[in-house]
């Protein structure tokens, strides 16, 4: 069975910030023990199927929320739960997306003693203003405390996470952001554009013309500078939105094109992000999460409550792989629902692209014979190009140009039918 990675969501908040459309909940934490329960009961149900003690999994990833909220025990019965059920790789990345405020040397501690050895902590800026105006409790200086008592625990892979475009931001306050951020030496960086979410506090805002964005060309002009820069400070870009620290001779090329394999991307490269935009599967636990495979799309009730009760009284016979009692919604893909998704993950990863050799592999057709005038036309208007794979020495991929990265929605657009 193709290796599949685990999603784990902890739907749990101090305070939900304006700009956030996640499944999340704030003043429900006292529900933390028995979501927990839950969770593991969630894993033991998908764990009875007959072909999952075989199933490798590369990747475990926490999100949220604030995972961090749990505690350092909690973290362990999960990771105990997991490593029982399933057969998690000797060097799987397990992942736990953090608060820089709600993290002490004890928490991290006990979270790296329970098998979590890669963090991801939500930043977004360097700005007190800025900070303020997310609505984020933390300050700056509370994040140099938790990078620095992050590496006393042990932990050596640690993402930090930025959001440019606020309302009000400048280049110049963006570029202090990054210049700051690199002098943590982080291993990995994602920085993501402000999306106005419908029904959120910042969408209703910006509706009544109460927040002021910058306009797209300076929005552009942050992410092409942030390309450059983190570049030439030693970072390798490979999705749209993220970069790896590059060491000399970590990474090697291959002679094949095993796209299900992480060796041909910097080694601080997200792998379980990489399983995604792979579009390979993964299952999704917890209240609201999503998962793909069996061949299924499918997601988990979204109230926490409702999880909670679906997976404790649930009495009906347990669904069929990869499904469990807490979900609620599923759909079979089609190949064209497969081919749809493909195209759009993999042309996020901006060196490796869609090579035509995989993608044949997959669907039994080549690129071309499937999108023939998408390709040309894409190329014409320079935002794909054709190469040959600078990590794939014998592969042919198709890839987003420069000004395609800074117009990607226009092109997935190209391929949703």
Known sequence: MTDTSIYLHIPFCKHRCAYCDFNTYAGQESLIPTYV????????????????????????????????????PQFNSVMSGLSSTFNLSANAEATIEANPGTISPEKL???????????????????????????????????????SAARKAGFDNLNLDLIYALPEQTLESWQTTVKRVLELQPEHISAYALTLEHGTPFGKWSQRGLLPLPDPDLA?????WTMDYLQQSGYAQYEISNWARTVEGQRSKVNDVQLSTFDSFPNYAC??????????????????????????????????????????????????????????????QTQRDDISDYMINNLRLVEAGVADSDFRSRFGSGLLDVFPKEIQELIRDGLLEKKT???????EVYRLTRRGRLLGNQVFLRFVE
């Not at 792979?278 to 988990?300: E, M, Q, T, V």
């Not at 794979?389 to 592969?395: I, L, M």
Request: neutral net charge; contains cysteine; charged residues 20%.
């Open 37 to 72: 329960e839950a969770l593991i009961r969630e894993i033991e149900c998908i764990g009875s199927h007959s072909n999952v003690p075989t199933l490798n999994v590369p990747t475990v990833f926490f999100g949220g929320g604030t995972p961090s909220l749990l505690s350092g």
């Open 109 to 147: 501690e006990a979270i790296r003693k329970a098998g979590i050895n890669r963090i991801s902590l939500g930043v977004q800026s360097s700005v007190t203003e800025e900070l303020r105006m997310l609505e984020r409790e933390h300050d700056f200086f509370t994040v140099i405390e938790a990078v």
């Open 271 to 332: 792998k379980h992000n990489i399983q995604y935009w792979r579009s390979l599967p993964y299952l999704g636990l917890g209240a609201g999460a999503h998962g793909y495979a069996g061949g299924y799309r499918y997601s988990n009730a979204l109230r926490i409550k409702t999880y909670i009760d679906r997976l404790t009284h649930s009495r009906s016979t347990n669904p069929p792989f990869p499904l469990s009692p807490a979900t609620v919604n599923q759909r079979k």
């Open 220 to 224: 552009a002009d942050m992410y092409e």
């Open 389 to 395: 794979s600078e990590v794939f020495e014998t592969a």
